[in-house]
């Protein structure tokens, strides 16, 4: 992938400034401020608004405040004694408008993730391949977590860590099956991954995300190149940060993000396998 010389950086201050004011607006808002008071404030038309938001956050207003909302719901959830508590701390002024959103906000229902995942099963197992240590976990709605690393008790840690309350279930026939993909998928990438995922993070993670998952084996970008394809060139950090809060390794391929001048960027589960990914794809 190839980015195309961005022009934001003739962005007058006052842009930048005016979007970090609306942005704050929506942080501390409970109710999403209408576009055009947005604009209004900005000094901009709402088309010129939108566009030069969306450009500098990676976000549509309305995306934005609804990602600042999710932020909330997962502070305020276990931390109140209800629900419905929390639901009204976060903003939302009814239980129609929480319980519409919630499940895919969160992941999973209101009162699972306020208990850490208490109710819902997850299967996993631990093994070895070629790049050491790996677990795989999967939902009901698909693959969860794929961790990497030198030591299975501590990638059984991590996994218990992310859902304290979930019922943790070592795999059956049919999760078998799912665990030798991923072992194959590891250890020839280009056979590609066809199983659904459980895909659990932000708005933008998730469109970051989409976006690794198009970058063929054997290729590879860099966080400017994300940027550009998601249709936000200023985001770059952002989209670094998404990539090191991607939890489920080679089916997501965060490998696949190197420098612009070719040489490999930082990868959560260590430089070295990255290497070795990169060269089997490009084998």
């Known amino acids: ?16 400034t005016a ?19 947005l604009a209004v404030a900005a000094g901009l038309s709402r088309f010129h608004f939108h566009r030069l938001f969306k450009k500098t956050t990676g976000l549509t207003p309305k995306a934005y405040a609804q990602a600042q909302r ?27 408008r929480f319980y519409a959103q919630s499940t895919q906000m969160l992941g999973m229902t209101p009162s699972r993730f306020r208990a850490g995942g208490v109710g819902e099963t997850i299967r996993f197992a631990v093994g070895e391949c070629s790049l050491g240590s790996f677990l795989v976990a999967s939902s009901d709605h698909g693959v969860c977590a794929i961790f990497l690393g030198d030591d ?75 940027a550009q394809s998601i249709g936000s060139p200023r985001a770059v950090r952002a989209v670094a940060t998404a990539c090191a809060s991607n939890k489920i390794a080679v089916a997501i391929p965060c490998h696949r993000i190197v420098r612009r001048d070719g040489n490999l960027s930082g990868y959560r589960w260590g430089v070295e396998r990255k290497r070795q990914l990169l060269a089997r794809e490009k084998a």
């Open 1 to 16: 992938m190839k980015s195309s010389p961005a022009n934001s950086n003739s962005r007058p201050p006052r842009h930048t």
């Open 70 to 96: 999710a932020r909330r719901t997962r502070a305020e959830l276990p931390r109140r004694r209800t629900v419905t508590e929390a639901l009204y701390g976060a903003g939302f002024n009814s239980n129609g």
């Open 152 to 226: 299975p008790d501590a990638l059984a840690r991590e996994l218990q860590d992310r859902f304290p309350q979930a019922q943790l279930r070592g795999g059956d026939r049919a999760f078998e099956r799912t665990v030798a993909r991923v072992v194959g998928l590891i250890e020839a990438p280009k056979i590609g991954w066809d199983l659904p995922l459980d895909v659990r993070g932000t708005a933008f993670q998730q469109r970051v995300w989409q976006a690794l998952r198009k970058i063929p084996a054997g290729a590879t970008a860099s966080y400017s190149d994300i």
């Open 19 to 37: 979007v970090t004011a609306a942005c704050r607006a929506l942080e501390s808002s409970n109710e999403t401020p209408d576009l055009a008071a």
